[in-house]
């Protein structure tokens, strides 16, 4: 069985802190996605990663794909509190995608 | 940007009634798919469905529930006789194609199951 794990599992932080979201598995992904989900609404798609290794930028948010594709992470610098959300790491194809357990991060102004 | 569209926002029910939570997709996505998400874990993957057929379900996709496309526009999910644990925000998505094609999430119809 496939799982992914994602830590922090919270995280308070103040505007303009920089901080970094981990998405670790023992499993071999194909692909992993990154989604921001707010409350009373459904995941949205961030970014897609596919090549291990590879790293994505999205304004002040960087995304790495590990080199032996098990493992992800997002990193934000300067956050702002419209970053406020829960952030979610999916693994495979869109056919089924594996969700991790989210992390959910409150920026305080 | 279009958007899926779920109805309804809410549902109450009562254990062993039947319920069926609606779905738009997007007019030009061929791929469909259902997830949910109980309160405090992690979003879960119950069904995909494409050219009229189940593709790939999930363990939590038993007898109880069916995917239907009924009219060409709405895809839907009914669960025949609802449980306490079926209590879950349920998603519709939908895409252009699989692999790694963006997918797109609707609102979600929160189940409510007393």
């Known amino acids: 069985t496939q799982l992914l794990e994602q830590s922090p599992q919270f995280l308070s932080i103040q505007e303009g802190e920089n901080l970094t979201v981990y998405c670790n598995s023992s499993?071999?992904?194909?692909?992993l996605q990154w989604y921001r989900q707010e409350p009373g609404e459904g995941p949205v798609l961030l970014v897609t990663v596919v090549t291990g290794g590879e790293v994505k930028k999205l304004k002040r948010l960087t995304f790495q794909f590990g080199d032996a594709r098990k493992d992800s992470s997002l990193h934000i610098t300067a956050a702002q509190p419209g970053d406020t959300g829960l952030y979610l790491c999916a693994g495979g194809d869109t056919d089924k995608l594996i969700f991790g357990t989210g992390t959910r991060l409150q920026v305080f102004p | 940007e279009p958007e899926v569209t779920q109805t309804p926002s809410h549902q109450v029910t009562q254990m062993g009634q039947e319920v069926i939570l609606r779905c738009v997709p997007i007019?030009?996505?061929?791929?469909f798919y259902w997830y949910r998400q109980i309160l405090g874990q992690k979003v879960e993957f119950l069904v995909s469905?494409?050219?009229?057929?189940?593709?790939?379900k999930s363990e939590i996709f038993d007898d109880q529930f069916s995917v239907e496309r009924p009219d060409g526009s709405n895809f839907t999910l009914k669960i025949r006789s609802t449980k306490l644990e079926d209590s879950a925000m349920y998603f519709c998505?939908?895409?252009?194609?699989?692999?790694?094609?963006?997918?797109?999430f609707g609102s979600g119809t929160q189940l409510s199951v007393l």
């Open positions: 469905f494409y050219n009229n057929e189940i593709s790939e």
């Open positions: 499993s071999v992904f194909s692909s």
């Open positions: 998505a939908s895409s252009v194609r699989t692999g790694l094609e963006k997918l797109f």
């Open positions: 007019s030009n996505h061929l791929y």
